[in-house]
């Protein structure tokens, strides 16, 4: 009887050993991006992030792609509810914060574009941001002799066309990888939540999870977000045409959340707290997702909890990364002098 | 010694008759009623219509195969050629073809192959720049005609970009035509009146994204080909 009992004792604590351990890391998924020998070259990445730093893009040399993502607030546009581009005109969406691109098979808050090679045609061309045409670009970067001699050193001559100049955008925006977060380091086992964030933490699978997917904090998907639409955006119905697509729009990744303020595809929450006010009441404007319909109220308690979790997702050293950040010294060496 | 030299020369001449090539050349052409072929600049005017000024006619083909009693013999690979029917230079796809293949069938896929559109950018034919690629959201346009015309007194500007991969507006259409082997020119037609005619009673000259107009239009554009007199 009492080896019985001393058996039974042993294969309980065993199940309760095994209970505490640490939840196993969450996996990433494969890399949608599939780089190239010559993209994954250095200075094919620097060729990339002279081009996202400079207004030559536009029509009038005045937006660059940083103009609307700005790197030390992930890559997105503080402050401003929706971009501004080219003479002060006003856009329709609020910019996306930029990372960990590799990922994605979507762009866009609809989702319009396809790939990633092909998505800074979209606000190249579009009226509202930079208002240029395709064919002037090429001419300005092939009149130029600083992207002579970069197209040189990365392709093996000097001329300029779109694959490369699209490729090496590519290049550098894929280098804007965000993966060393307090988040991050409990996964790797080298830091622990505080009972705070780890309160959040169990919220956010509770509530968040199924549509900010971990790791990368978003499925990709489209969703309502629950607030009523505003003017004559219907998000992902515009491009598939599907009336049920009326008002989705991509689900926006949450790491550097805290960073990457106003929230929404409008920009009309500019605080964390609106959303999680929004969130937090599970009472919606919209028809919303079979996932969000199951969302439960949450006090104010568990909205300060689960805030506490999502500012573990917030990693400087992306934010601050200086390799992600204007190239002085590039255009330096090069010549500033297009 | 003379017979092994007799057998390699007849070896040899077998070989060249067996890999000896021909090259076709199809132009490409807009036409009208009974196949009156519409020159740049040309205004049109008749009974069905006050005016017509084609300015640009441009399409990409891909998949070209020729079959004889419905088996495919010969299908060389998925090469895309973009034609522009009002640039002499551009209206023109050259074939080299095995020399005495017989076939009675031509078919080609009007578009880009839906594998091309989602795996990033492309050079040659498929550059961006070639003004047939969408910018707002990702896909080329698969066909475009532009018009200034004057139907029923009023006057209309004909904006049609057809394009689309996915479905449910998948615009990507195969044409096929019966052919005659043996011909190393050919001319095909691309009838701009029965696309008028077809849209005569559901009237959209603006269509520049992918809908139920959009296929709707492809359908036309792919009973639109048809064989010209040299």
Redo the contacts between chains.
């Keep these: 009887m009492a080896r019985r009992l001393g058996i039974l004792m042993a294969v309980f604590g065993m199940f309760a050993m095994l209970s505490m351990l640490p939840e196993p890391p969450v996996r990433w998924p494969e890399k949608t991006y599939v780089l190239s020998a010559v993209q994954q070259d250095s200075m094919c990445v620097e060729l990339g992030r002279a081009l996202f730093y400079d207004p030559i893009l536009s029509r009038d040399s005045t937006i660059s792609c940083a103009s609307c993502h700005s790197s030390y607030v992930a890559f997105t546009h503080v402050d401003h509810k929706v971009s501004h581009g080219i003479d002060d005109r006003i856009g329709r969406r609020n910019a996306p914060a930029l990372m960990n691109l590799a990922w994605s098979k979507t762009f866009m808050w609809d989702g ?7 998505q800074p ?2 606000p ?3 009226a509202l941001e930079m208002d240029e045409q ?2 002037h670009v ?1 001419e300005k970067l092939q009149a130029s002799r600083m992207y002579r001699r970069l197209f040189d050193e990365v392709f093996g001559d000097s001329l300029v ?3 490369r100049m ?2 090496s955008l ?1 290049a550098f925006l894929i280098t804007l990888e965000s993966n060393r977060s307090k988040y991050d380091a409990v996964q790797r086992g080298e830091a622990l939540f505080s009972e705070q964030e780890q309160r959040g933490y169990q919220l956010f699978k509770q509530h968040c999870n199924a549509c900010h997917t971990e790791p990368l904090f978003t499925n990709g998907g489209f969703r309502s977000n629950g607030i009523a639409p505003r003017g004559d955006d219907f998000g992902r119905g515009e ?4 009336a049920s697509d009326s008002g989705l729009f991509k689900v926006p990744t949450l790491r550097n959340v805290y960073y990457s303020r106003p929230y929404m595809h409008d920009g009309r929450m500019a605080r964390l707290s609106d959303v999680m006010l929004h969130y937090s009441l599970a009472s919606f404007e919209t028809v919303v997702s079979a996932e969000m319909k199951m969302m439960k109220p949450m006090n104010e308690e568990q909205r300060i909890d689960l805030t506490s979790f999502l500012l573990t997702l917030s990693d400087s050293s992306f934010v601050f990364e200086k390799k992600h950040q204007y190239p002085f010294k590039l255009y330096e060496s090069y010549s500033v002098q297009h | 010694m003379r017979t092994v030299f007799l057998c390699l020369a007849l070896l040899f001449s077998v070989h060249v008759s067996l890999w000896a090539q021909t090259e076709v050349s199809i132009q490409f052409v807009p036409c009208w009623k009974d196949g009156q072929v519409i020159t740049a600049n040309q205004i049109i005017a008749d009974s069905s219509i006050d005016s017509l000024q084609l300015n640009t006619m441009r399409f990409y083909l891909h998949k070209v195969e020729l079959t004889f009693e419905g088996k495919q013999v010969w299908a060389p690979n998925n090469e895309h050629f973009l034609v522009d029917v009002m640039d002499d230079k551009r209206a023109s796809v050259q074939l080299i073809l095995p020399e005495h293949l017989k076939y009675d069938e031509l078919s080609f896929v009007v578009g880009v192959d839906s594998a091309l ?7 040659g034919v498929l ?3 070639e003004g047939m ?1 969408w ?5 080329y346009i698969h066909w475009k005609l532009e018009a200034e015309a004057k139907i029923g007194g009023n006057r209309e500007t004909i904006t049609w970009h057809v394009g689309g991969y ?1 479905q ?2 998948n615009t990507l259409r195969r044409v096929s035509l019966p052919a005659v082997s043996g011909r190393t020119t050919m001319k095909i037609g691309i009838d701009v009146f029965s696309l008028l005619a077809a849209k005569q009673t559901d009237i959209d000259y603006t269509i520049m ?4 107009h959009a296929m709707d239009l492809a359908d036309q554009f792919q009973n639109a080909f048809r064989w010209l007199a040299d």
Excluded at chain 2, 209 to 212: C, L, Q, Y
């Design positions: 319009a574009i396809n790939h990633l090679d092909m045609l979209a190249i061309t579009n395709l064919p090429l066309t779109t694959e699209l490729k590519s491009i598939t045409g599907i | 559109q989602v795996n990033g950018a492309h050079s550059d961006a720049m690629y910018t707002w959201q990702s896909g996915r449910p507006f994204s992918p809908t139920k």
